[in-house]
């Protein structure tokens, strides 16, 4: 019962840490902080440099993951399948040159913006480390009151 008791509350610990999605960039970048608004525009490719002239590559998450899906909600707010249509959309129209890059795993996804100097992406705010940088959404960081984007 004892064991138990504090299996529950070790995983829920852990859950507790790991609940926020983190947007990283790779460490060159200027970006500190930008707003929810920014944010849903540079991941969709309406803002496409940032202000060192630096083109953003925006990195997704496979379909099915939990960070996904905290994405699509907290900044494209738009469903897998609206995503996947508007990327579609986009890309015909020409408006958009291609969607965003897909990984499979943190580990992908923080190779990918450490190695790529306009790289933009998402990691659960406990896979962060320094080898990218974690951006403030609102003025916020991951953890803090009012962080805009969690994982459900």
Known sequence: MICL??????SACAEER???????????SPLENVTSAELAQIFKS??????AGA????GMRETGCAERAAALKGIYQMSDSEYEKYFLQATF???????PKVFAGAG????????APGAISYLRASDADSSVKVLKV???????????????
């Open 5 to 10: 008791a504090l299996l529950a509350s070790f």
């Open 18 to 28: 790991s609940d926020y999605l983190a947007i990283v960039v790779n460490s060159a």
């Open 93 to 99: 129209a020409g408006t958009v040159q291609a969607p």
């Open 108 to 115: 992908a996804v923080k190779q990918f913006v450490a190695s």
């Open 55 to 58: 083109r953003y590559v925006v």
């Open 138 to 152: 609102d003025g916020k960081a991951p953890g803090d009151a009012g962080y805009p984007i969690k994982i459900q």
């Open 46 to 51: 309406q803002k496409t440099r940032d202000s």
